[in-house]
């Protein structure tokens, strides 16, 4: 007689969704807005992947109204499950926005394999374009948590200071994490304007050789709109890094 223990219980789950319910929303930075869900029991997942994300009766017409694709923007030991968008009047995003606290929603996943590196001597460099910071933070809360001795250096591009989410989180871990650097960039502000001292402009050849001695070195995670992905994986190829050793999630959909 067979046991009746399933040893892979997420298997199932991540092709037929697991429940969820919406625990929180809060505005993190100009039109963008993070969703806390409960953890389903069971739902494991490496810090980097994606689920997707189905909200109770939508219709199945319109711009894949059911369900998105959203990346874990939560550690992998949190007890909740963070999700984090730009708002736009799309059908999904207006459902989403007026979903009540506690309704059901689904989860299905975890996807990808947009995940770190394990050689530590190898620096991992995150190039995060906007809202493609998620997957990011999720890396970062493991790198901070299991204490992993590779340097990491996050540069983030936004347009303007308030669309940058989770400024002060990222802030405070690189206090914390002694081996992660975070750079910080604006594309539409002048230097010094608004108050700001860092860097502006776009993430070019010039500003990832003002930190990194060795650009062939590591390893290069790139997230954001396609054009971000697009543009800085050019970049990086002009400046003869390896194909293998650029990692893209692109967020088809912006
Ligand atoms: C791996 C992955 C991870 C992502 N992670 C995040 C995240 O963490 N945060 C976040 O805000 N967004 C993320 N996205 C993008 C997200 O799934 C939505 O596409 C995006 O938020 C736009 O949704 P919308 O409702 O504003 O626009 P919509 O009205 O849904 O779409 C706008 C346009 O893009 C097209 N489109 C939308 N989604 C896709 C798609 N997946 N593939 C091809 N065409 C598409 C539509 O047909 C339409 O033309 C991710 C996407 C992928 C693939």
């Not at 997707?52 to 199945?60: A, K, S, V």
């Amino acid at each position: 007689m067979s046991s009746k223990l399933n040893p892979f219980p997420q298997v199932g789950r991540s092709v037929l969704g697991y429940p969820s319910r919406l625990l929180s929303r809060t505005k993190v930075a100009e039109k963008t807005v993070a969703f806390q869900f409960q953890r389903p029991r069971n739902f494991l997942f490496r810090p980097g992947q994606f689920i997707d994300l189905g909200l109770p009766g939508l219709p199945r017409n319109g711009s894949h109204g059911l369900t998105h694709t959203f990346s874990i923007a939560s550690s992998c030991f949190a007890s909740d499950i963070l999700l984090a968008t730009r708002m736009r009047d799309s059908c999904f995003k207006r459902a989403l926005s007026v979903l009540p606290l506690g309704n059901e929603v689904s989860i299905r996943g975890p996807m990808g394999s947009f995940v770190l590196h394990s050689d530590v001597s190898r620096p991992a460099v995150f190039l995060a374009g906007g809202i493609g910071i998620t997957p990011f933070l999720s890396m970062l809360s493991s790198v901070t948590i299991e204490k992993h001795r590779l340097p990491v250096f996050l540069f983030y591009a936004n347009r303007y200071l308030e669309d940058a989410a989770f400024m002060d989180t990222l802030c405070n871990r690189e206090k914390v994490t002694g081996n992660f650097h975070f750079v910080p960039t604006f594309t539409r502000i002048a230097p010094g304007q608004g108050g700001w001292k860092g860097t502006t402009g776009p993430i070019n050849a010039q500003m990832l050789s003002n930190y990194i001695s060795n650009l062939q070195d590591p390893i290069y995670y790139v997230a954001g709109p396609p054009g971000m992905v697009a543009g800085t994986q050019q970049t990086l190829v002009e400046l003869d890094v390896r194909e293998e050793d650029i990692r893209t999630e692109n967020f088809a959909g912006y």
